[in-house]
């Protein structure tokens, strides 16, 4: 067995870890650093272009951040929270394209105007509520409104074409929306950390044992997916931003936090178009409601999106169920998961949720025809031959501990980390790689509060950040200056004004 110490472990190349890694890099080039990833290349799981969604979520178009308070009012509490945390990606991914760590901005972030579009009565009501809601307050000020098909046609032209004429329609628009290859993002920031002599990426290789020393650092034993030989790794901190696979690992290392929490896994598929005719008529990624029941991921929408510099047109997700926690991984890891401290959380979960249940088997069972006639709700002129199914990446929803329930299925993501901040994990899914750098700098805030207190690693990161230690959503002034440095750095829109 070889050993090594580190500073700094991480746990999975995919953004999380790419993302933490950067920024402390940037804050401090003498940290050691080893990133550890089971699979033979960087960001080929959650982060993989064709396994998410590939929206910059800033709460634009996604209905699912919004609902109706007993009321009747408008709950727009998440978009605000959701809003800000992109414009701190965009904002550090700009002070990475001006060191050249990210390259030309256009290989992996480009203009997609965010839209949202129902059909019906009620659903038109829902979204002029919606839309009267947030565009007075600043982060959404420039979001559009019409229920003029002739305006919606030159808006999404493919999905007006040809529809009733008599049909109650009605969308939102804004149109600096983003499309974001997040696993160009992922591997580009790696390349850059591999250059460093304090940096080492281990690929083929899988966390089997860890567990907290007497001393304060971490001991985790890795093991080679291929040859088997086997290293252990002694850390300060560690990392585990393994997607799926963060909860089995987090359960690994034993810390009393992780008590109560379980995973439930929601696996998707795409139907893909190719046919430039067809792509080239439709720029924006549109956001439909989701059915009852069914969970944040499956909320419909028609994407424009680049990914490895080809644009492509995707129509989903169609939720799946499956018992992997990664797309990878294995039919046990569900069954596995299943701990004594958990046990009565998941059970509760499975008691409250059956019409997610039920929801899930139905999307199963569905065949592709099924499919293409979902689609052509959106887009009539689908025709089966310009499509084509592909499977997307797994996600597994938060299980926690409720006083009241026994226990709580949640769709965000969340952070846990062990007392002394020594060992974090991030578990769940959306908004998840869209507001990483927010998240991450939150992780670093608490890890290593004696650095940010000795080494001012506050003003480092508001070289970085702009609008560190501010509010965006508060301070309108701050929020234009900051959208028109990223929106023009990134070269997303470059005559905004507003």
């Keep these: 067995m070889i050993e090594k110490n580190v500073d700094v472990l991480l746990v999975g190349a995919g953004a999380m870890s790419s993302t933490l890694g950067a920024l402390l890099n940037q804050l401090d080039p003498n940290l050691s650093m080893l990133m550890v990833e089971k699979l033979d290349k960087p960001a080929q799981e959650s982060t993989s272009g064709w396994n998410n969604a590939g929206t910059g979520h800033a709460a634009y178009c996604e209905l699912n951040y919004t609902s109706l308070k007993a009321d009747g009012s408008m709950d727009t509490g998440k978009p605000e929270t959701i ?102 993002v992922a591997r580009h920031i790696i390349s850059d950390l591999e250059t460093k002599d304090n940096f080492d990426l281990m690929l083929n290789h899988t966390v089997v044992d860890m567990h907290q020393r007497e001393e304060g650092d971490w001991q985790v034993h890795l093991r080679h997916t291929l040859t088997d030989i086997q290293k252990i790794v002694r850390a300060k901190f560690v990392f585990l931003g393994g997607g799926g696979g963060a909860l089995p690992l987090l359960q ?76 990878t991984g294995s039919m046990f890891d569900l069954i596995k998961s299943v701990k004594p401290n958990n046990l009565v959380p998941m059970l509760s979960v499975a008691r409250d949720n059956m019409d997610l249940t039920r929801y899930l088997i139905k999307e199963v069972k569905q065949s592709f025809d099924d499919r293409l006639d979902t689609l052509q709700l959106f887009y009539k002129n689908a025709k089966a031959e310009d499509w084509e199914l592909s499977i997307a990446g797994q996600r597994v929803q938060i299980i926690k501990k409720d006083e009241n329930k026994g226990g709580k299925l949640e769709f965000g993501t969340e952070v846990v980390s062990s007392a002394d901040g020594s060992l974090v994990a991030l578990l769940g899914a959306s908004p998840g790689a869209s507001t990483s750098v927010q998240t991450m700098v939150g992780v670093i805030e608490k890890s290593f509060a004696k650095e940010f207190a000795e080494n001012d690693w506050a003003g480092r990161l508001k070289e970085m950040i702009p609008s560190y230690g501010e509010r965006l959503d508060k301070d309108a002034a701050l929020l234009h200056r900051v959208r028109k440095y990223t929106l023009s750095t990134l070269k997303l829109d470059d005559e905004y004004t507003s």
């Design 83 to 184: 809003n800000p945390a992109f414009e701190v990606s965009l904002q550090f991914w700009s002070y990475l394209v001006n060191k050249e760590v990210l390259p030309e901005p256009n290989l992996f972030i480009n203009t997609a105007p965010h839209v949202s579009f129902v059909w019906g009565e009620g659903n038109v009501d829902f979204l002029r509520k919606r839309y009267e809601a947030m565009h007075t307050h600043h982060l959404f000020k420039d979001m559009e409104y019409s229920e003029d098909p002739a305006v919606l046609a030159e808006w999404m032209p493919l999905i007006m074409e040809d529809r009733d004429p008599t049909q109650k329609v009605a969308a939102t628009r804004i149109r600096y929306g983003t499309d974001v290859d997040f696993g160009q």
């Design 252 to 327: 690994m290392a034993g810390i009393p936090e992780a008590n109560g929490y379980g995973g439930f896994p929601v696996s998707g598929q795409w139907l893909v178009c190719h046919k430039p005719e067809i792509v080239e008529q439709h720029d924006s990624k549109v956001y439909g409601k989701a059915s009852i029941g069914a969970p944040p991921m499956s909320v419909p929408h028609l994407d424009t999106r680049i990914i490895g510099g080809k644009k492509a047109l995707l129509f989903g997700p169609f939720a799946g169920f499956t018992t992997k926690f990664l797309k």
